[in-house]
Structure formats: structure tokens, C-alpha cells
């Protein structure tokens, strides 16, 4: 529709106001090409447009599929709606066998508890019976050896008859059995040399405490005997009462042990089914009773397994409750009771004590026991799901039938419109299209033509083409697309339009002349983007060819094209390039962590940039800056790479050389002034935040003006490049070496600890070892020269002091050292100088200790709660000839920072060892156990268990009586490597002792894991127990949490008699401190010993 002037293009719209009737084109076009419209041609034209009201063949579908889908859509609503009900009806009854079995086994774990309380009270009434008969009263009143030959004989008979106890034993009142009789595989009586002392177990200082008529029961544990496990490991419960005699005074105790084998083998018979197991925990969460003997009694045994620690989740939910049962993430059914004894066995329980020593009797079922529960109602309900879903089948087939028919009726005339929607919908998605008369006037637009245009209907229909006329075409070209269509030829062209708010968009057309009504139709599609391509590809064609070398690759970064400045940068041609990796042009330089963040940065941003080093062809390393770039499409996948990167070799050079005039004394190419105070602010800082000290050594060559002016400048700078590269040589890699000026020369050292002490020495070695090195003489050029350095020393810690403060005191310091004769080293605190010397002669003196024997071990007694002697502490003490007797709080750390403490630790232990040699081939003395402290340095030692074991060996000792005291910290540094040392020297027989206890913070986590004996409350808790509640109650929890863990508690620093009394009534078993004696000399100590071992 070009009127007489042009014919301008269509406009693409973006409205919803647009139709869906096909639309008009954009007519206007860049290049066209014409075609007579012949009577061929416009038949055609006219035969197209006639089709669009022709109906498409009838396609009938095939008849078996049709009725299977229809049977599907009818079948599958009633199969989900039977699984469902089906479901429904499983999970009721389910439910409710699940509830029986849970009641079931809950009467089995509660008959487990019951059986539990009948032994108990068994027991409890057995030990009142044997406390009250005539034979064990007459042999309390009035002991006798026949009394006590007629009780063992009543007592064996009672074993016998009972044969559920395997141990009754009288203990006098000051824990000596008077009387044991045992069954084993026979009944056994103790000749009095078997018999042993028990004063120190638990239960016979709880039984001890009892009032008339009560009952003391044990925790379940295995049988200790002779201060370990017994070998068969025997389970045992244990039931005490207090004998009295006449006058009301306790004379000891009765106390019947009984074997919980034969407890655990009934309930064993009562719970032994298929998948199921039972278990019995302490309130600890151990196993005493576990489908895994394995796992019984951690708290006793070297394996510490326990259910709280391996089942956390399960023991927390077990715990917090009397009785119940949950599920597991497994699916598993737990179910669980608790077990009261105090219940059982006291008179008149207490409430607060009722809950002590409870037992968690517990059951398990897996999940697939739980499933075979089952199994029967998943058939039942199968079947029942089966019959319904037949019925439903055939309900289904015949209304499919019936419904099919039906359908077939209307077949053809649907198939008739989908035809007709398909064809008009897919011009509409796929072109724009407009229809416009001759003179140019929009009779109709489509979706799409209103889309691209941003035109609404309205705003188009009626109005001239040249609405969206972009100006981008002269008139010569609208005037021949015109002609064209005016003489009835097809028209095909590219035209550019001007949308509603001014942006231009390209349209690839055919215009289709309609001579009937004197109009014609345009068919066009949108190629914006391909003409915006093409406009990126001329400007990058033009860009590829500049001075900065670019590399294109793929996806998988293959070269696929080089530009002519990558062959000169690189020296590889483009034939050479194409196909290969970049990883040709890798210098070596970077590690792989540099590439691995390199792509993590592309991948992430889509572009990286950075300096790096790459190789030439020629082998030659080069510096660039390089740019990557990832190119994407329109699904912003990545599909190139593109690198740009330049030559920086100049640029490196010239940076380089302002570094070094800027930072770097020309001559000695050492750090200059203003290097050293940048470095010298951050060692200040990293001073601070490290809490480590530091030193600055001043230094000044002696004499160097006279070798100046005699020799010349040339000679001197010879003399300072020399004394430059031996500084760099003396001293540490991490240290700065420094030159003022003139022959002045600073040295900057860190990281000399957190000891002010330590540091000084540090400082002075590395000083005394530059001294040594120029020192040395001089070969400057063809003669000899001898010269020599004083050097000042300033520490520093941190920022308390300002650098120009430390450059101050390090000078003068240095010119001590030159007033001092020269060749001299002097710290500028005068009282350090005075330490540092000091040390280094108390270093000297300590090392010949031992061979002067100037060390000595004195020995602090240990005593029970009867104050009899049962051993000594090992204390080291130095006399030595000049010093006199030297605190071991001044020897002791300098032996430890030296390395001292390896040999003199050594000593320690041989010393030891040789006296309890001695001690044990006297009676008086033998039952003596000496504790010997042990350094962190000395317990790391790889040979550590070796030298014990050779000890033990030459000396042939009793291990039981070496014991070693191991800090908090020996044990925290490596909890596993501890632990193992440890327990290799268990089995030597060697005890341990936690030494210090409660002054850390990680003792109680670490506690269970180590094999301790003695547990030593520190003197600081026990120093004010009798006017700080707070260290009283913390010694109280330290002695409740030892016993129950079995371990024997000493507490030291005990000094009057009321810290004992508090001490005795909480428990604590033996003591230490002035109250007894202060630490001795070996005769001094074996002069308090008396014959029955009681301090005199």
C-alpha cells in the first residue's frame, strides 16, 4: 500500500491491547528484490489466502489406544483411592500391634526391674540375718580363735546352702578381714595370711557410718582385689551392715557379696527373643550388662566404652526419665525402667538419697523385628486391596466402552478446529504481520506487529505506514517497493523502523500484493539481533588488530585464534597457536593454587585480571597484565574466552629500581633508615599482638675512621660490604639486617619468646656470635686487616616504647660497650645485664650439680585417715657450695628452658628407685609408696617408658610402689599419646596420680579417659576450705566425683587439725602438709617411721 510518494514499513508493537488476527509487516526495505506478478503468481497468492478456511484431512485415532487411555483415566482414580483406604485401614491396625507389643515388652522390662528388687531385698534381708546370728555376735563380743573357727565353719554352710554368693566376709572396725569365706567353684576359707586390710575401700567406710539396723548397698561392679580387677571380671553386688556390740560401739562390718550372673542369666531366659536385646547401665550411662561383654564396666576397665559417650541421643532420652519408650532414627524401639536400690534396701529412704546408685534396666527391638510384626496384617490387607481393585477394573472397562462411543460422535469436528487454530496460531507466534491498503492506510495488525512497534491496535488501524518510518531509507527506495507491489510483484527486502519511543529495529519482509481489494499483506520477521551482531563483529575486527596481544579460545580454553601482536609478543605464529592450550606460554612460576584461584575468579565473575609471568617461544620469562574475559550467549552460557594481556617487563624494571633506591643502602644492598623503622614499627606490632619479646642490636665497627683516612674510601666500603654479608650470614633468615649510615648497622631480632629472661639470653648469643664473626680478619684487596664491633641491646614487648625511644637506648647502650675497652656487648638496663650474667652462672653451677652431688631428695610423709605412714612425696632440693640452698622456684624452670631437666629428671627417678630397693627389705618400710613429679619435658621423651622399665628391672622393685605425679598440663598437651604412655607403664605395675587437681580447666572432660589411681586436691583449695564455702564445696565435688570413679584421694597443704576434720567427713582418704611434717632429709623421714608405722 505505498501511495504515490512511498511506502514506508510496519512498526513492531508491544501492547495487550493487540488481536489475534495475522498483522501487518514492515513493507519498507534496505536492498529489494522484485518479481513480475504474473497470472501464475497471482493465482497463488489468492489460493493462500483461500486456505486458511480450508479444513485440515479427518484423522481418526486408532480405536484400541483411545479405549486403553480411557479405561486409565477411569481405572487409576479408583486404584488410588482404594491404596489410600487400604493405607489407612494398615496404619490403624498397625498402630494397635504396635501398642499391644509395646505394653508386652514393657511387663519384660518392668518383670526385669522386679526380679532386680527381689535379689536385692534377698540380699538385704540375708545380711541382717548372718549380722544378727548368735555365732558372728559372740565372735564380735568376745573374739576368739575357736569362736571365729565355729563362724567360718556357719558361714561356709550358709555360702553352700544359698549358692548365690560368692563371698561372706566379718571386717573388724579398722577394715581387716576377720573372717572370708568364698565360693568359687568350692567353698573357700582365708587362712589370716590371705586376708586383707579394706579400710580404703568405699564401701566399708559407707557401711561404717550405717545406724542400727540398716543396710549399706554397693554399686554393681566387677571385684577388686589386691588393688586391680579381679581376673574373672565377676559382676558383684554388695550388702554391708555395721556390727555393734553391747555397749553400742561399731566393731566393724558383715558384708555378703553377691555374683549378678546369675541376675542377668534369668533375665536373660525371661527376655531372649528374636531381635531383641536387654542392657543394664549405671547413672553414668556404662554398660553393666550389654549384648557386648566388650562394653560392660568402662568405668572400671582401660576401654571406657560406655553408652553415653558412643549413644548420646539415646542415653540423654533414657536419662531424663524414671520409665518409657521412643523410637530411633533407625526405627529401632527402645524401652526402659529405672531400678531404685535405695528403695529396696533402706528403712526409712530419703528422698535425696533414694535416687542414688539407680541402674537403667533397658530393652531394644531392631527394626526388623518390628517389621516381622507385621507381616501377617501386610498380607491380610494386600489381599483385601487386591479383590477390591478387580472389582473396580471391571466397573471401569464397560464405562470406558460406553463413554467411548459417545466421543466418537464429535471426533471429526474437533479435529476440524484444532487444525484451524494450529495454522493461525503458529503465523501469529512466528511472523509479524499487517495488512495495509495501496495508499498506505493499516487495515489490520497482529500480536507481534504491536509488540516490536509498541503501538496498541487502536493507535495503528487507520493510520499511514509511515507511522513507524525510520528516515534510515531514501525516497528512491520507497518509490520502487511501491511500484513493485502497485504492479502485483511479491516484494523482499530488509527495512530498518522507528518504534514508539524512538529505538529502531531491523525486519526481514515479503510483501504479498492483494489485487481484490486493492491491498496487499506484509510477512516479516524481527533481525535486530543479527543486525546488532553483525555491527559487534566489524567493530571487533577492527579492535582484534591492535598493539595488545589477544588469544580467543573455546569453552574448554583451546586457541582458536591469536591476533598479530600475540606472534611478536610471543614468537609463536598463529598456525603454531591454533589448537593448543595456553599452558604453552606457563613460565613455572605461579603454583597451582594461583591457576585454582584464577578460573574460581572467571567463573564466578566472568572476568579476571592480574599480573603474571608467562614464557616466550625462545624460553625467555616475561612479565604481562592480563585481562580474561568469558563471552556468553543468550542463555548466558559461556561459550568464549577472550585474553588481552600486555608486556610489563619496562614497567617491572623501573619499579623494581625505585624500590631499591628508595628502601636500600646502594653500597651494602641492605635495608636503609627508612626501610628499618617501617620494619621496626612492625616488629613492634607483631610484638604486641604475639605477646613475644624482641631486641635491637646497635652496632658500631671500632676504629673504622682511622682505617678511612688511612686507606682510603675505597677500602672502607670494601671493609663495610664485607662486614654486611657476615651479618646477613650470623643471624636468623626471619631477622633484618640494616645500615644507618657510615658503619653504623642495626640488626632487628623476633619472636625471643614471652620471657624477659629467656629473650635477653636469645639477644646476647646472636650479639657474642656477630662479635665472634667480625671478629675475623679482613682480606681487603692485597692487604690484611683485624677490626672489631660494639654492640647495644634494647629489648622491647609490645608498643610501650616509642622506635625512636629503642634507637635511643640500643645507642646508648653501644657506647657502654665502647667505654667498656671495646668488642663488647651491653644491654642497656643494667639490672637485665646483672640477670643475663646471673643465669648464665646459676646455668654453669646447676650443670655440675649432679656431679658434685649437691642435689638431694628430701621426702614429705602421706598418711591415711588414721595418720599411718603409707608413703612419701620425692622433692628435689640443691645445696650448692657458694649459693647455699637454692629455692627449686628459681632452679627448677632454668633446668626446664636449658634441657637440664632431662638428666636431673633421670637422677630423680634412679634416686628413687634405689630407696624403694632399700625400704622394701625392711618390714617397717616396705609397704611404703614414694611419688616422684614429672616434667611435661621429661614425660614427652620417646624413651620415656623404656627408662622405667630398665629402672624396674635393675633395681627389682615393687612398680606398685612408684608412683607418678603428672600435672594437668603433662595431660591436656596430647590427651591420646598421655593416655597410651600411661598405660603401657600400667602394665609394669607404675601408679599414677593427677597432681594439682582442680586448677585447670579440661580435668573432669579428660578424667574417664585416663588410668589414674590418685587423684591430689591442690593446696590452694585446702588452704581456706575451713573459712571459703566455695573451696569447700569444690573439694567436696572433687572427693564425690574421685570415688565414684574409683580413684583413691590425697589432699595436700593440709596444715591444721580442723582443714583434716573437714577433709576426713568428706571423704578424703590420705593427706599431706606441715601438720604432719614438712619435707625431710632421708633420715629425717625414716626417724618419724615407728614400728607400727603411726607418726610418733
Not at 558361714?155 to 569365706?181: C, M, N, S, T
Not at 586383707?196 to 566387677?222: C, H, I, V, W
Not at 637485665?832 to 652462672?841: G, I, L, N, Y
Amino acid at each position: 500500500m505505498p501511495d504515490r510518494d512511498d511506502l514506508a514499513g510496519a512498526a513492531q508493537p508491544h501492547s495487550a491491547g493487540c488481536g489475534d488476527l495475522p498483522g501487518l509487516s514492515r513493507p519498507a526495505a534496505i536492498t529489494g528484490k522484485m518479481r513480475p506478478a504474473t497470472s501464475q503468481h497471482r493465482n497463488i497468492a489468492t489460493s493462500q489466502h483461500r486456505n486458511i478456511a480450508i479444513p485440515f484431512n479427518r484423522i481418526r485415532h486408532n480405536v484400541q489406544s483411545r479405549f486403553i487411555k480411557r479405561l486409565i483415566r477411569n481405572f487409576l482414580p479408583a486404584t488410588l483411592i482404594i491404596a489410600a483406604l487400604g493405607s489407612v485401614f494398615y496404619a490403624f491396625e498397625s498402630a494397635d500391634d504396635l501398642k499391644a507389643l509395646i505394653a508386652h515388652e514393657k511387663d519384660h522390662v518392668h518383670a526385669g526391674v522386679e526380679s532386680v528388687n527381689r535379689t536385692l531385698l534377698t540380699l538385704k534381708h540375708d545380711t541382717q540375718y548372718l549380722a544378727h546370728s548368735t555365732l558372728l555376735t559372740e565372735a564380735v563380743e568376745r573374739p576368739g580363735r575357736a569362736r571365729i573357727d565355729r563362724l567360718e565353719q556357719d558361714l561356709a554352710a550358709f555360702i553352700a546352702a544359698k549358692g548365690i554368693y560368692h563371698k561372706v566376709r566379718w571386717i573388724d572396725e579398722r577394715g581387716q578381714e576377720q573372717v572370708r569365706v568364698e565360693s568359687h567353684d568350692r567353698v573357700s576359707i582365708a587362712t589370716s595370711g590371705e586376708t586383707e586390710n579394706k579400710a580404703l575401700r568405699y564401701y566399708f567406710e559407707q557401711a561404717m557410718k550405717l545406724e542400727q539396723g540398716e543396710t549399706y548397698l554397693s554399686p554393681l561392679d566387677l571385684e577388686i582385689e589386691q588393688g586391680a580387677v579381679e581376673r574373672h571380671q565377676r559382676p558383684t553386688l554388695r550388702a554391708a551392715t555395721t556390727l555393734f556390740d553391747q555397749s553400742g560401739r561399731a566393731r566393724g562390718i558383715a558384708v555378703i557379696s553377691y555374683s549378678a550372673r546369675d541376675l542377668f542369666e534369668h533375665i536373660d531366659q525371661v527376655s531372649a527373643t528374636a531381635g531383641t536385646s536387654w542392657m543394664l547401665l549405671n547413672e553414668q550411662g556404662y554398660w553393666l550388662r550389654s549384648n557386648d561383654p566388650a562394653q560392660e564396666f568402662g568405668f572400671m576397665l582401660p576401654h571406657r566404652a560406655s553408652m553415653a559417650a558412643q549413644q548420646p541421643e539415646v542415653w540423654q532420652k533414657i536419662a531424663q526419665a524414671p520409665s518409657g519408650h521412643f523410637f530411633d532414627a533407625d526405627g529401632g524401639l527402645w524401652m526402659f525402667d529405672t531400678v531404685y536400690p535405695n528403695r529396696v534396701i533402706a528403712n526409712n529412704p530419703v528422698p535425696a538419697a533414694e535416687n542414688a546408685g539407680r541402674m537403667k534396666m533397658v530393652k531394644y527391638i531392631d527394626a526388623a523385628a518390628l517389621s516381622m510384626q507385621n507381616q501377617t496384617l501386610r498380607k491380610q490387607t494386600t489381599l483385601l486391596v487386591f479383590l477390591f481393585l478387580a472389582l473396580a477394573f471391571a466397573i471401569s472397562f464397560r464405562l470406558s466402552r460406553s463413554q467411548l462411543a459417545q466421543e466418537d460422535s464429535n471426533i471429526d469436528l474437533q479435529h476440524l478446529l484444532g487444525e484451524l487454530n494450529q495454522q493461525k496460531f503458529a503465523l501469529d507466534q512466528h511472523a509479524i504481520v499487517a495488512i495495509a491498503g495501496l495508499d498506505g492506510t493499516i487495515t489490520y495488525v497482529n500480536d507481534k506487529f504491536c509488540a516490536i512497534s509498541q503501538y496498541e491496535r487502536r493507535e495503528l488501524i487507520g493510520q499511514n505506514h509511515r507511522i513507524v518510518k525510520s528516515g534510515m531509507h531514501d525516497a528512491a527506495f520507497y518509490r520502487e517497493m511501491g511500484d513493485a507491489i502497485r504492479n502485483g510483484i511479491v516484494w523482499h527486502g530488509e527495512t530498518c523502523h522507528r518504534a514508539k519511543d524512538g529505538s529502531l529495529y531491523w525486519a526481514k519482509n515479503t510483501f504479498v500484493p492483494l489485487p481484490s481489494s486493492a491491498s496487499y499483506i506484509a510477512i516479516s520477521t524481527d533481525i535486530t539481533a543479527q543486525k546488532q551482531t553483525e555491527e559487534k563483529l566489524r567493530i571487533a575486527s577492527i579492535a582484534f588488530e591492535t598493539h595488545e596481544a589477544i588469544v580467543v579460545t573455546d569453552m574448554q580454553a583451546n586457541i582458536i585464534n591469536v591476533n598479530r601482536a600475540f606472534e611478536q609478543l610471543t614468537g609463536y605464529s598463529a598456525a603454531e597457536a591454533i589448537g593448543q592450550n595456553p599452558k604453552i606460554l606457563q613460565s613455572g612460576r605461579h603454583d597451582q593454587q594461583f591457576y585454582l584461584e584464577m578460573w574460581a575468579t572467571l567463573l564466578k565473575d566472568g572476568i579476571w585480571s592480574g599480573e603474571m609471568w608467562d614464557k616466550r617461544k625462545d624460553g625467555s620469562i616475561y612479565p604481562k597484565w592480563l585481562t580474561i574475559s568469558a563471552v556468553r550467549n543468550e542463555k548466558q552460557e559461556v561459550t568464549n574466552y577472550v585474553a588481552i594481556f600486555m608486556d610489563i617487563s619496562e614497567r617491572k624494571r623501573a619499579e623494581e629500581e625505585i624500590q631499591r633506591l628508595a628502601f636500600y643502602d646502594t653500597l651494602t644492598e641492605l635495608p636503609n633508615r627508612r626501610l628499618l623503622l617501617d620494619r621496626l614499627i612492625q616488629s613492634l606490632i607483631a610484638s604486641e599482638r604475639s605477646g613475644s619479646f624482641g631486641a635491637l642490636l646497635f652496632m658500631d665497627m671500632d676504629n673504622f675512621k682511622i682505617l678511612n683516612d688511612t686507606q682510603g674510601h675505597d677500602v672502607g666500603d670494601m671493609l663495610l660490604i664485607e662486614v654486611a654479608r657476615r651479618l646477613k650470614t650470623s643471624v636468623r633468615e626471619s631477622d633484618t639486617v640494616a645500615r644507618l649510615g657510615g658503619d653504623e648497622f642495626v640488626v632487628i631480632l623476633q619472636g625471643l619468646g614471652s620471657s624477659e629472661l629467656l629473650a635477653a639470653n636469645q639477644a646476647e648469643d646472636i650479639a657474642e656470635k656477630i662479635v665472634a664473626a667480625l671478629s675475623e680478619t679482613y682480606r681487603l684487596g692485597a692487604h690484611e686487616h683485624h677490626s672489631s664491633v660494639s654492640i647495644g641491646v634494647g629489648l622491647f614487648h609490645g608498643r610501650s616504647t616509642t622506635v625512636d625511644e629503642l634507637l635511643k637506648r640500643a645507642d646508648t647502650a653501644m657506647y657502654q660497650a665502647k667505654s667498656a675497652g671495646r668488642n663488647a656487648v651491653r644491654f642497656f638496663e643494667t639490672d637485665m645485664q646483672k640477670a643475663v650474667e646471673s643465669r648464665a652462672m646459676m646455668e654453669t653451677a646447676l650443670r655440675q650439680a649432679i656431679a658434685k652431688e649437691e642435689l638431694q631428695l628430701y621426702y614429705q610423709m602421706q598418711v591415711n585417715r588414721e595418720q599411718r605412714i603409707v608413703g612419701a612425696e620425692a622433692l628435689l632440693r640443691w645445696i650448692n657450695e657458694e649459693r647455699g640452698f637454692v629455692s627449686p622456684a628459681q632452679f627448677i624452670p632454668l633446668a626446664e628452658e636449658s634441657g637440664l631437666i632431662l638428666p636431673i629428671g633421670l637422677w630423680v627417678l634412679e634416686t628413687a628407685c634405689r630407696q624403694l630397693q632399700k625400704w622394701q627389705d625392711s618390714p617397717a618400710t616396705r609397704h611404703l609408696q614414694l611419688a616422684v613429679n614429672v616434667s611435661a619435658r621429661q614425660f614427652r621423651q620417646p624413651n620415656f617408658v623404656a627408662q622405667i622399665g630398665e629402672l624396674l628391672k635393675t633395681y627389682g622393685i615393687d612398680p606398685t610402689r612408684l608412683k607418678l605425679e603428672l600435672t594437668e598440663s603433662i595431660v591436656l598437651t596430647d590427651v591420646e599419646e598421655t593416655v597410651q604412655k600411661m598405660l603401657a607403664l600400667k602394665q609394669f605395675g607404675v601408679q599414677f596420680s593427677m597432681d594439682d587437681f582442680g586448677t585447670g580447666y579440661s580435668s573432669l572432660s579428660y578424667l574417664k579417659q585416663l588410668p589414674l589411681n590418685q587423684i591430689k586436691i591442690d593446696q590452694s583449695f585446702v588452704r581456706d576450705i575451713v573459712v571459703d564455702k566455695s573451696d569447700a564445696i569444690i573439694v567436696k565435688t572433687i572427693i564425690d566425683m574421685s570415688l565414684n570413679f574409683n580413684l583413691e584421694v590425697i589432699a595436700e597443704g593440709v596444715e591444721t587439725e580442723e582443714q583434716l576434720e573437714i577433709l576426713r567427713e568428706n571423704g578424703c582418704q590420705a593427706f599431706q602438709g606441715y601438720l604432719f611434717s614438712k619435707a625431710v632429709p632421708l633420715t629425717e623421714f625414716e626417724a618419724q617411721i615407728g614400728q607400727t608405722g603411726v607418726i610418733e
